[in-house]
């Protein structure tokens, strides 16, 4: 049967303001990749990442490489070898798992070897803002079991960790300093973490300045996210980190991510599902990680003014299996 590929610019408007140490977001804009084969549609979703080099425009002219592989019929270990890690590639290899599980109708999640797939705790994220503001954000989401706080603003921080801490006592809490804290007082801040009941910095430094960690008395757990891509980059991170931060648009797709999970466990590293601030779509697949995490941060739908129809189900903290209307 052919096969017809289809490449999709899309705008999610956040709920608000979306805040971190490297500035403020008012919409979330998405690239979504649609492969039909026969009576089969599968769906991937990326979100281009500035950090990384990624624009919404370079990432639907990466898809468009692969098209003639896509149509062809190419599967997603020819895709792993044709396309380098990054949201392009990941937009394809899930549209070809849930592609994959249309046409064979079982579900995604078996075919990678996952016997039943629960509802998880998914942190919720507190964006960069004033102590004050952040109190004041904290407090309203402190029923939440777990709460991601936006740190690495150039001053404030340490009032900004016990501000959070004070409002909500009984919260997980999870620090992301998102490459901010300058190497010379990262210990003073990860202290501050630890003195409040933090059970986890994330990125406290540049992924080019990293190395500092080493000498990095640790009280709390750290974890790389800007520092770790795919399954090449964990060699250089023993030692430095306690867990890594698995996300789908890092990796360049599931089937990147699934193994990058088996092999980041097998040199001792925790395992932390993120997200970047997508639809519904682009967490589905991300679900099929949960099973292996110390921590689940799926939360881009929550932040958001408007989702996809049969979007994921958020409740009471948890965060519940997709619906194969959506993906998988």
């Known amino acids: 049967m052919k096969r017809s590929l ?27 990749a649609t492969i039909r084969e026969g009576y089969g549609t599968g769906r991937g979703e990326c979100v281009p990442y500035r950090r990384y080099g990624e624009s919404v425009e370079g990432v639907v002219e990466t898809i468009e490489t692969a098209r003639d592989l896509i149509e062809s019929g190419g599967d997603r270990a020819a895709l792993l070898e044709t396309l380098p890690a990054g949201a392009a590639r990941n937009a394809l290899d899930c ?80 620090a992301d300093a998102n490459e901010g804290w300058p190497a010379e007082d990262v210990q003073r801040y990860i202290d501050a973490c630890a003195e409040a009941g933090f059970s986890l910095v994330e990125q406290p430094l540049h992924a080019d300045a990293d190395e500092a960690l080493r000498d990095v008395a640790r009280h709390v757990p750290l974890c790389a996210d800007e520092s770790a891509h795919d399954r090449t980059s964990l060699p250089r991170l023993v030692g430095l ?32 599902v993120g997200c970047m601030l997508g639809s519904s779509l682009a967490m589905a697949p991300a679900m099929l990680l949960t099973p292996q995490a110390r921590f689940v941060d799926l939360d881009g739908p929550l932040l958001l003014a408007k989702d996809r129809d049969n979007a994921m189900h958020y409740h009471d903290g948890l965060v519940h299996p997709p619906e194969r209307a959506l993906w998988g």
Do not use: C
């Open 95 to 174: 549209a070809l798992w849930d592609l994959e599980a249309k046409l064979s109708e079982v579900p995604a999640h078996v075919s990678a070897g996952i016997d039943r797939l629960p509802p998880i705790t998914t942190a919720y994220t507190i964006s960069l803002d004033t102590p004050e503001a952040m109190h004041a954000a904290a407090a309203r989401a402190s029923s939440r079991p777990i709460l991601k706080i936006k740190l690495g603003a150039p001053d404030g921080d340490i009032e900004r960790i016990r501000a959070v801490r004070e409002a909500a006592q009984e919260a997980v809490l999870l």
């Open 241 to 272: 980190y306690d867990l890594v931060n698995i996300k789908l648009d890092k990796t360049g797709g599931l089937t990147e991510a699934l193994a990058m999970a088996e092999a980041a466990q097998k040199r001792g590293f925790g395992i932390f």
């Open 6 to 32: 289809e490449v999709a610019i899309e705008t999610f408007p956040i709920a608000g303001k979306f805040t971190i140490s490297r500035g403020s977001r008012t919409e979330a804009v998405v690239v979504t």
